[in-house]
């Protein structure tokens, strides 16, 4: 193995530990606003966000993935995380408590902007296997302003709570943001920094929402590491095969929703699309 691999604790492919394939499919539950965010609709309430959440889930499964992520994703504006009130984790507990009553698959928690802290009690409390960090190591400046990778604090939470089975999966030069803080620091090197924080697995994305990585970021991050590599956003039936080559699983958000619009409706016809273009991938 190469020296450049070995940054960072060894570790087993935690995708195929958590899912048993070679390429995982992981749906994004974009969650409607939640109470004490200003486009919650006390009309809807949790129940309603519960039953949404349900829905789609369902549309995913049948579909063909393999698990679902929870994310706060209509809660915008996002606040940095010692912004977050009480109430998000415990609205995004009791959704996934919920879930996790009517389906026997994998969860992921991502409480924003960047709360991995708070993502872990929530998927200690319900029963969660996996959280997301978009700032692991080093900082970079987000829409919410200056934003610092806690892994240090993080992991000696996760300790704490006795929640050392649930993976971190870390963003490598995660979308949404600036980067000058470590334009000195190739994204090599950053992904580097992600593994030696003790990240479980790094996630790979393009710009913005829906964007798919380049080419040239993709490989570079893929051979800076021999941790399990995710594509974060941008997949498609019509990209999944190419980006597969390099990569063990993806997030799926945008590309499932009709018109390709995170906000939108589930498209079951494109999530069957991109779960058909995975099975051809593992042959």
């Known amino acids: 193995m190469s020296e450049l691999l070995t940054d960072g604790l060894p570790k087993t492919n935690d995708l195929q530990r958590i899912f048993g394939r070679r390429f995982a499919l992981i749906g994004m539950l974009h969650l409607l606003p939640l109470p ?12 309603g966000l519960i039953d949404r959440a349900k829905n789609e889930a369902a549309a995913l499964l049948d579909a063909g993935f393999d698990g679902l992520i929870l994310e706060n994703g209509w809660d915008i504006p996002f606040v940095k995380p010692s ?12 959704v996934l408590a919920e879930l996790r009553r009517e389906f026997d698959v994998p969860f992921g928690v991502n409480v924003l902007a960047n709360a991995a802290a708070v993502s872990l009690a929530v998927a200690q409390a319900a029963g969660g296997s996996f959280v ?10 987000a829409n919410e302003g200056f934003l610092e990778g806690k892994a240090g604090q993080v ?21 949404l943001g600036a980067h000058a803080i470590t334009a000195d620091r190739s994204i090599a090197d950053q992904t580097r920094d992600a593994a030696w924080f003790d990240a479980d697995a790094v996630i790979v994305t393009g710009t913005r929402l829906g964007s798919e990585p380049t080419q040239d970021e993709l490989v570079e991050i893929r051979e800076a590491t021999s941790l399990a ?14 980006l597969a080559a390099h990569t063990d699983g993806a997030i799926i958000g945008s ?19 991109i779960a058909a273009a995975r099975d051809a991938v593992e042959g």
Do not use: F
């Open 155 to 175: 992991l000696r939470y996760r300790h704490n709570l006795g929640a050392d089975a649930i993976s971190v999966w870390a963003d490598v030069h995660v979308k």
């Open 229 to 242: 590599l995710v594509l974060g956003s941008g997949v498609r039936s019509d990209n999944l095969a190419a």
């Open 255 to 273: 590309s499932i929703k009709a018109g390709g619009v995170w906000h939108g409706p589930i498209d079951t016809d494109a999530c069957r699309a």
């Open 83 to 94: 912004d977050l009130g009480p109430e998000t984790p415990a609205v995004m507990a009791v």
């Open 132 to 141: 997301r960090a978009n700032q692991w190591a080093n900082a970079y400046v």
């Open 36 to 47: 004490g965010t200003p486009h919650y609709d006390p009309r809807v309430g949790v129940t």
